[in-house]
């Protein structure tokens, strides 16, 4: 379960609001009209940019966010080390048996396309197609959250010029000009705080569970062809072995590969 964005955003609200309260006019930041222009404007052009299917196919997306689990690199460099040398001792008919036990689906299809005898290049097709399809909701909900940051600041300064075009109206009453000007700029702190508080902070950790996600299916891969070339067990760890440390040095793994690209 995701713990750290629930709580994170929390704590900006307590420490920024807490900090509102502390000084004077705290009531000014509360505006409804405010948040009906910048939250309801940033749902609309939201309509605008995604196709209701697209929209809809976002909330299991979300559901895996909240649920994300960072896949277990040592287990699988463990498992492709007893697969590749049953594999190299008994053949590669003999990962026909290993296949149900298998709880990956991108290993449990590239076993089974390994015993069948598929071509190589046929393989690695199939394989980065799958990649590709199972990081598209990711890349999704990236592109949701990434364009809700940008709308949000754009919809309060909209708001903004509304206000000050209305306060411009009636300058009659110069002592209301303070007090008018101050409720214009509410609309901006509401576009700013949504961009920079949820949605481009969740922007950034769903591409963080992207690039932990295609890291595995890389190695998945890599483990795979390794099987299907015949080479070392010792070989085909060793390689494995380099994806643990670069997700220790917080690199992706596969930075050189059109799927790195695409996510």
């Known amino acids: 379960m995701e713990k750290s964005t629930p709580i994170g955003i929390g704590a900006g609200l307590v420490l920024i609001y807490g900090a509102i309260f502390l000084g004077d006019g705290w009531h000014t930041f509360f505006d409804i ?7 309801g404007g940033t749902c609309a052009a939201i309509l605008v940019g995604f ?3 697209e ?8 559901k895996r966010f909240f649920h994300f689990q960072p896949p277990n690199l040592r287990a699988y460099v463990e498992e492709f080390s007893e697969l590749s040398r049953t594999a190299r001792r008994d053949g590669l008919l ?3 048996r290993r296949i149900d036990e298998v709880d990956d689906a991108l290993m449990a299809s590239g076993l089974e396309m390994a015993v069948d005898g598929l071509d190589l290049e046929e393989m690695e097709e199939l394989m980065d197609q799958q990649i590709k399809a199972e990081l598209k909701p990711h890349q999704q909900l990236y592109k949701f959250f990434s364009n809700a940051g940008n709308f949000a600041p754009a919809f309060g300064m909209i708001g903004t ?3 000050l075009i ?3 109206q009636n300058l009659d009453d110069p002592s209301a000009i303070g007090p008018a000007m101050a409720v214009a700029m509410i609309t901006t702190f509401y576009g700013v705080l949504m961009a920079n508080l949820l949605f481009l902070p ?3 950790k769903v591409k963080s569970q992207m690039q932990e996600l295609l890291q595995s299916r890389m190695l998945v891969r890599t483990g795979i062809m390794g099987i299907v070339q015949g080479d070392a067990p010792s070989m085909i760890e060793k390689r494995l072995i380099l994806f ?3 997700a220790d040095n917080g690199d992706s793994g596969a930075n050189d590969t059109p799927l790195s690209r695409a996510a």
């Open 244 to 246: 643990l440390k670069d």
């Open 166 to 168: 209305q306060m411009l």
């Open 202 to 204: 969740i922007a950034v």
């Open 94 to 96: 003999a990962l026909d």
């Open 161 to 163: 010029l509304i206000g």
């Open 51 to 53: 196709s209701l299917d």
């Open 55 to 62: 929209l809809r196919d976002l909330l299991p997306s979300v």
């Open 33 to 39: 009209n405010a948040l009906i222009i910048v939250f």
